[in-house]
């Protein structure tokens, strides 16, 4: 990877943004749109990114499903209505930044041409005693979410 003006980009797809670059371009490009690719339960009982003061919503799209934790077969499809112009930018978001990869290199051999995956994730990286949120990600970064 390298690092092109204020992402990391990779062959596969667009690159790689922290979650304040990811605010910032949700923010600053009008057609710009937010996937979280997470499971119904982590929406449901972690939490989701709130994009109401910037006048966006945060789309649900798994890539895979729980609990058989298998592909979603209509991930891309969805995606196509979530976004169907496949010039504009398209933030993956994941738990950590792994599913939101392999979401970003999926699109982005469907033909979406600006796919970005979120470094660090909604709940980011484990503590020394195996916790999510305390070191990383989308909420301790202050961005703003709501649960329940």
């Not at 609990?67 to 499809?77: H, I, K, Y």
């Not at 010039?87 to 979401?103: I, N, T, W």
């Amino acid at each position: 990877m390298t690092t092109t003006g204020t992402h990391t980009a990779n062959s596969q797809y667009a690159g790689d943004v922290t979650p304040q670059q990811a605010w910032e371009m949700l923010q600053d490009q009008a057609g710009a749109v937010l996937v979280d690719v997470r499971t119904n339960a982590e929406w449901a009982y972690v939490g989701l990114p709130d994009l109401y003061s910037i006048g966006k919503k945060c789309e649900l799209n798994s890539w895979v499903l729980f609990p058989q934790m298998a592909p979603n077969p209509n991930f891309l499809p969805l995606l196509n209505e979530i976004q169907p112009d496949k010039s504009q930018p398209v933030l993956f978001l994941c738990r950590s930044g792994v599913r939101s990869v392999a979401a970003a290199i999926a699109a982005t051999s469907a033909g979406f041409e600006n796919c970005f995956n979120i470094l660090e994730g909604f709940e980011g990286d484990p503590d020394s005693e195996g916790h999510r949120g305390k070191i990383c990600g989308w909420k301790v970064r202050n961005l703003d979410w709501k649960q329940g």
